[in-house]
């Protein structure tokens, strides 16, 4: 069983490591000025302090996290063991789910809607990288309700057991949406590859979260080793929190 495991995380390691590009996450504010600075001879002092704050507070939002989703992985794995002597276990998804999710509603981007200036509707028709990091909170909102009602044995239907895996797919999906603004003519070279790095972290993210969507389904649905299924599911949101929690831009 364990090289089971082993096996299909190294496999999963080595497809996070293919190279990609094509598909981008919306990280144009984030990197706010840097196709328009590229046209100008030098950046002031101000601009580069920003783009550098900007930098680091994105990576900190993917940091924060992934460290919740890397305590999802640990919950998953040790639950059928602790599950037993300790029911209260079983709530722990519910609280890792709902707490990144409530901070990247208010928080990911302090500029904007619900505490910033930004309106909604100029999220929704102006800024595509913020509402993508709505979409995100609410896709793991979602998930913290899912299954604080699966535990209140509220969700009983089999078409219910697809929730879950509906949603992390969702997520993943959202990560390939493709930016052409992130290979717009002109982009300063240094940028252009600052992007195509952040590009590729974001596939990566992508083919472990449809993994984890996929290993999900299988698991609750119990047609195909559970036990195996419920253990890769686990591995990979390991996996996945340690790719967030080593983000860079």
Known sequence: MRAKLT???????????????????????????????????????????????????SEFNHRFSGIFVF????????????????????????????????????????????????TLYYVITENMQVLQHKIFSLVLLALSAVEYFRVRGKLQALWTTFLFPAFAGAGAALLLWHSPQSHAAGMDPAAHQAMLAIENQHIHFAVVGFGIAISKAIADTERFHPRLMRILFAALMLVLGLLLITYTE
């Open 71 to 118: 305590l999802v992985g640990i919950v998953a794995l040790l639950q059928p063991s602790l599950a037993r002597r300790f029911g209260v276990i079983r709530y722990l998804w519910f609280f890792l789910f709902l707490i990144p999710g409530v901070y990247l509603l208010f928080f990911s981007d302090p500029e904007s809607w619900p505490i910033g200036n930004q």
């Open 7 to 57: 096996v299909c995380v190294l496999v999963l390691l080595a497809l996070a490591k293919v190279p990609s590009s094509g598909f981008a996450f919306q990280h144009e504010e984030h990197r706010s000025g840097a196709s328009a600075t590229a046209a100008a001879p030098q950046r002031s002092a101000a601009n580069r302090t920003k783009e550098e704050a900007d930098k680091r507070f």
